[in-house]
């Protein structure tokens, strides 16, 4: 007898080991809030790439707009941002998040952490490691988390077989790396990442995906240019 309540425990723990947790499970203060608009808070960036706080700015109105989201122009809120001593968004972060509600009518603010940046001409790679966090202005719980190391390819082929068509490729490749504009591989990181994101009022799967299976906090993969 004890060996079937054994083995019953054992089937038991297998299956829910097996089942994948779901949007709405993993994402329930976001349906719980439902948040409508968001303001993009100036990324936190980490790396030794100075420039990368600015250009990668610019790269998270298009993703979130896509996922059904209300999302106040960059340029807007960054002259604001500027004008209230808010451009450091390190300082709010884990902070009171009302003002931003108050004066903008934000639901939510979405803050991001740069952690890498690499370029590599040769390997044909643009790789970005990215946090994302939204928390709400009105109950400061997170809403959304997730974080990325995504590596867009931008290698070339197609220069012939044989080591000129070889050196042919690496040279292309060099090239189309080199050319591959910072704000398009930063898009394509952001998109990636926030696939997992639960649709906004203005996405076709709004309140509809919460049986959806989530996915993992932390994603590695390369995606093809």
């Known amino acids: 007898m004890k060996k079937y309540i054994i083995?019953?425990?054992?089937?038991?723990l297998l299956s829910s080991c097996a089942q994948q947790i779901t949007r709405g499970e993993q994402y329930s203060n976001m349906?719980?809030?439902?948040?409508?608009?968001?303001?993009?808070?100036?990324?936190?960036?980490?790396?030794n790439h100075v420039e990368a706080k600015d250009y990668f700015y610019t790269t998270l109105y298009?993703?979130?707009?896509?996922?059904?989201?209300?999302?106040?122009?960059?340029?807007?809120?960054?002259?604001?941002?500027?004008?209230?001593?808010?451009?450091?968004?390190?300082?709010?972060?884990?902070?009171?998040?009302s003002q931003f509600r108050n004066v903008l009518g934000a639901d939510a603010a979405m803050f991001t952490i740069i952690k890498s940046w690499k370029r590599n001409n040769v390997g044909g790679k643009i790789t970005a490691g990215v946090e994302y966090i939204l928390r709400s202005t009105k109950t400061g719980e997170?809403?959304?988390?997730?974080?990325?190391?995504?590596?867009?390819?931008?290698?070339?082929?197609?220069?012939?077989g044989g080591l000129f068509g070889a050196l042919v490729n690496l040279a292309a490749t060099a090239i189309a790396t080199a050319a591959t504009d910072k704000?398009?591989?930063?898009?394509?990181?952001?998109?990636?990442?926030?696939?997992?994101?639960?649709?906004?009022?203005?996405?076709?799967?709004?309140?509809?995906?919460?049986?959806?299976p989530a996915g993992k906090s932390y994603i590695k993969a390369t995606v093809k240019k």
């Open 142 to 160: 997170t809403l959304y988390k997730r974080e990325g190391l995504i590596s867009v390819d931008t290698s070339v082929s197609g220069g012939g």
């Open 183 to 212: 704000v398009v591989a930063g898009r394509i990181c952001t998109a990636f990442v926030l696939s997992d994101m639960p649709e906004g009022k203005y996405g076709t799967l709004y309140d509809k995906d919460q049986k959806t």
């Open 62 to 97: 298009a993703p979130l707009c896509e996922k059904g989201y209300y999302v106040y122009s960059p340029m807007m809120t960054m002259e604001m941002f500027q004008a209230e001593s808010a451009y450091d968004a390190e300082m709010f972060i884990d902070s009171d998040l």
């Open 7 to 12: 083995l019953s425990l054992v089937t038991v």
């Open 31 to 47: 349906y719980k809030e439902k948040p409508l608009t968001i303001a993009v808070m100036p990324p936190i960036n980490q790396t």
